[in-house]
């Protein structure tokens, strides 16, 4: 079952995002982050028997060089033990109807470029690789 995250779901959320970041952060800064979003309304969780298994975290701009809206997908992570069981289709599309409902026209989503097997499953759900993104940090 796909819903809104709430407060509660904090450590299951922080278990999911530490199998997909390689980056190091601490609990307390991860919660200070995951309040934040929770706050926008950008997180939902898939739950299955009362755990969360899956979880996806969006934005919504307004970027001026489409003169539209725009739904990003930040984190879509499904739990490694639950993974090809459908899970992330579901999230997606979710997503997908979150972004028709505040009247976005696309949806993007960046991917780092080890994760070959998410490029392979947003390439099949219809994504195309249009931009070349770089990062620099920290500043």
Do not use: W
């Not at 407060?7 to 609990?27: E, G, I, N, P, W």
């Not at 298994?53 to 499904?78: D, P, Q």
């Not at 979150?98 to 219809?126: L, M, P, Q, T, W």
């Amino acid at each position: 079952m796909i819903r809104p995250a709430v407060k509660s779901d904090v450590d299951a959320v922080y278990r999911l995002m530490r199998q997909l970041s390689r980056h190091d952060f601490t609990k307390e800064q991860f919660e200070d982050c995951y309040l934040y979003n929770l706050e926008k309304g950008r997180v939902l969780v898939y739950e299955e028997g009362n755990i969360v298994c899956g979880c996806a975290v969006f934005a919504i701009h307004y970027h001026l060089h489409f003169s539209c809206k725009t739904a990003e997908i930040i984190n879509l992570i499904v739990d490694e033990h639950a993974r090809n069981r459908g899970i992330g289709k579901e999230l997606l599309t979710a997503l997908e109807q979150i972004a028709k409902d505040n009247g976005c026209v696309r949806v993007e989503v960046d991917s780092g470029k080890h994760r070959e097997a998410a490029h392979r499953f947003y390439e099949r759900e219809g994504f195309a690789s249009t931009h070349y993104k770089l990062t620099k940090g920290p500043v």
